[in-house]
């Protein structure tokens, strides 16, 4: 989908309604606490609670936009996010004024979850991490610009204009999400769960490891900076007795300097790649935290010893940010709101115990702040240093078992007057990647080839342009000549039929589920979309990326929805032929909404074998039900081969 120019700007200026809240009340904290009458430090409640429903709002706010789409949410958050800067302005108390907070963030958080599950919706990898930059562009401004705003505030007026000020944005916002805000997620893409398939989906996200462990950096990086957001304040009014207008221009510097950052991260990513940005960033980001908390620790209450390990911390924060959290939703585009929502209630768990912690460790120095914030970084650099690094095992959880071989039956095609046996690289990496196996390629050389079974622990068979010859299902004359490929019919029938009964794992995939259901007695519908009340599942204009994308959603049941625990997905089928009558012993597990059949289980054999009729491997670690389908083939495969050396 071409991104239009705008949507990075609108992104971004509701996405800044998180950062502009946060940091334009900051330098009122003494104000606000002599006004209600509290001892100091107490205003820094209302911070946590801040923080306490940013957490509670991402993970609401994320699953709300996965099954209502991006749009809705985002108009119902806004509207609540305007009355309650509005409750804050008439706030009687530090405890009212930290409930009516609660609220905001509650609502403010669709704002910075939904606009990253929408740059998913558009974009993976460096592409990704380049709009996600172009979005920080802007939502950069309201760091720079809301402690300036809140300070000259203070100059004329008391803080409840402040909230005012919020209120107004907060309406700004649900005015421009009205009017101008596309949604991202159309409705066959939306999920339809259950409390508890949510739930685990929740677990499913959480036990890939590339997630976590993003995540996990993510989140230090924000306990660490919500340590200088709370800490700072203090430091520089009560210890350096700043003004709050000198605060807040120091405030925007380093907002700048982080917007600065990002910018740069996003024209040296083509370069350097996203792993190695993080890897610098953290370690920098360390060693700048050791100096703060080493000088503050020694005595040294001077500027110069504060500004420089801050200033190099907050830039650094611009390169972590966008790398972390393409990283860890780039494995979940069927469910990139989920995901958004679990990342960023961790980070905002840890920022709200920041802000507890640094305001019980406040006394006019840089100690507590800068202790925290070493603590974020340490997290930072162990986290980068668990990363799943590319061809690792981690990446996908899988345990490496390379003396596992799975064969690859390839397809025949002349070109230039040249015979090749070929099968797409995507299959290849999907079985190396996620079931932890070498693949091999099977030539397409007939029933000569039945003395590979012996070899191989697992049989893939992959998708294809051609269609199974309707002459091996007796279906009459063929009504697509031009597709067909007769080599390798003649090599997958027999090789199926051997591989099932002897109990060798098979994964069919596209038109290897058609493979398998022919070569045990089944039946195809030559033209499925020709059907009446069925949809044309074949391949539709746009890129690769696009036409391989989540298309439409199926019904899973039996063995295989507890394989992938769901019981409804979004799948990227695409396909001409289709099952017509199932072969004997085939149970049928999925199936798209128009009836046509998506999956099927062999119960009635030994083994493992199994078919879907969709595209797992295409980015076979961006979602769990992908990952969780390879990985099962894997452990079959490694339990056929257990079994074969016990046998032995």
Not at 82 to 89: D, I, Y
Not at 346 to 365: H, K, N, P, W
Not at 400 to 419: D, H, K, Q, Y
Request: aromatic share 8%; glycine share 10%; charged share 15%.
């Amino acid at each position: 989908m071409r991104v239009p120019s705008w949507l990075p700007i609108l992104l971004g200026v509701l996405t800044a309604v998180g950062p502009a809240s946060t940091d334009m009340y900051l330098p009122a904290f003494p104000a606000i606490e002599a006004s209600l009458h509290e001892p100091p430090g107490s205003a820094q409640l209302s911070l946590a609670t801040w923080f306490a429903g940013l957490a509670v709002g991402q993970i609401t706010q994320g699953t709300l936009s996965d099954r209502y789409g991006r749009r809705r949410p985002l108009i119902v958050s806004t509207a609540l996010y305007t009355l309650s800067c509005a409750a804050c302005a008439l706030a009687p108390s530090i405890l009212a004024l930290s409930g009516f907070r609660f609220l905001s963030a509650v609502a403010a958080a669709a704002g910075m979850v939904i606009p990253r599950a929408v740059v998913r919706d558009l974009a993976d990898g460096h592409a990704a991490a380049v709009l996600m930059s172009r979005l920080m562009l802007v939502m950069g401004a309201a760091p720079i610009l809301a402690p300036t705003i809140g300070g000259a505030v203070l100059v004329f007026a008391n803080w409840r204009w402040i909230f005012w000020i919020l209120t107004l944005y907060g309406a700004g916002c649900f005015v421009l999400v009205c009017v101008a805000l596309p949604d991202t997620l159309p409705p066959d893409r939306r999920s339809r769960l259950s409390a508890g398939e949510q739930i685990g989906r929740y677990v499913q996200i959480l036990r890939d490891r590339g997630f976590l462990t993003h995540a996990a950096l993510g989140g230090c990086g924000t306990f660490a900076f919500f340590a200088y957001l709370g800490g700072s304040s203090p430091v520089f009014i009560d210890g350096f007795n700043w003004t709050p207008s000198q605060y807040g221009g120091l405030f925007g510097a380093c907002a700048l300097d982080l917007v600065a950052a990002a910018q740069i991260n996003a024209r040296i990513l083509p370069r350097f790649g996203p792993s190695a940005i993080l890897r610098v960033a953290a370690r920098a980001d360390l060693i700048a935290m050791v100096a703060l908390t080493a000088l503050a620790f020694a005595g040294v209450h001077r500027l110069e010893a504060v500004i420089p390990p801050l200033l190099i911390f907050v830039s650094c924060q611009g390169f972590v940010n966008p790398n972390a959290t393409v990283g860890a939703l780039s494995r979940h585009a069927a469910h990139a709101g989920s995901a958004s929502a679990l990342m960023g209630m961790g980070q905002f768990l840890l920022g709200a115990i920041s802000g507890l912690l640094v305001g019980l460790f406040t006394d006019g120095t840089a100690r507590g702040m800068a202790a925290l914030m070493l603590v974020g970084a340490a997290g930072m650099v162990v986290a980068e240093g668990l990363r799943p690094r590319p061809w690792s095992s981690g990446s996908i959880g899988t345990q490496w078992n390379m003396s596992l071989v799975v064969g690859i039956p390839a397809c025949a095609r002349t070109r230039n007057e040249t015979l090749w046996h070929e099968t797409p690289a995507r299959y290849a990496a999907a079985v190396f990647g996620a079931s932890g196996a070498l693949p091999i390629m099977i030539a397409p050389m007939g029933e000569a080839q039945l003395a590979v079974l012996d070899r191989i622990d697992g049989l893939l068979l992959s998708g294809s342009p051609s269609n199974v010859h309707p002459t091996h299902y007796q279906g009459g004359d063929s009504l697509t000549p031009e597709l067909h490929d007769m080599e390798r019919d003649a090599t997958t029938l027999p090789l199926i039929r051997a591989a099932v009964a002897q109990g060798l794992p098979v994964l069919a995939i596209c038109r290897g589920i058609q493979e398998l259901n022919v070569a045990l007695g089944g039946t195809l519908h030559q033209i499925v979309h020709e059907i009446a009340g069925r949809r044309d599942h074949r391949s539709g204009p746009g890129t690769i990326d696009q036409k391989y994308g989540p298309k439409h959603k199926v019904i899973l049941s039996g063995r295989l929805a507890r394989l992938i625990g769901a019981t409804e997905i979004v799948v990227n089928s695409l396909h001409g032929q289709a099952i017509d009558r199932p072969a004997p012993g085939l149970v049928v597990e999925a199936r798209a909404e128009d009836g046509t059949i998506e999956a099927v289980w062999a119960e009635s054999v030994p083994g493992f074998a199994v078919g879907v009729q969709w595209h797992p491997e295409w980015q076979y670690a961006d979602d769990p039900a992908s990952l969780a389908l390879f990985r099962a083939f894997g452990d079959a495969c490694l339990a056929y081969r257990s079994e074969l050396r016990k046998a032995a």
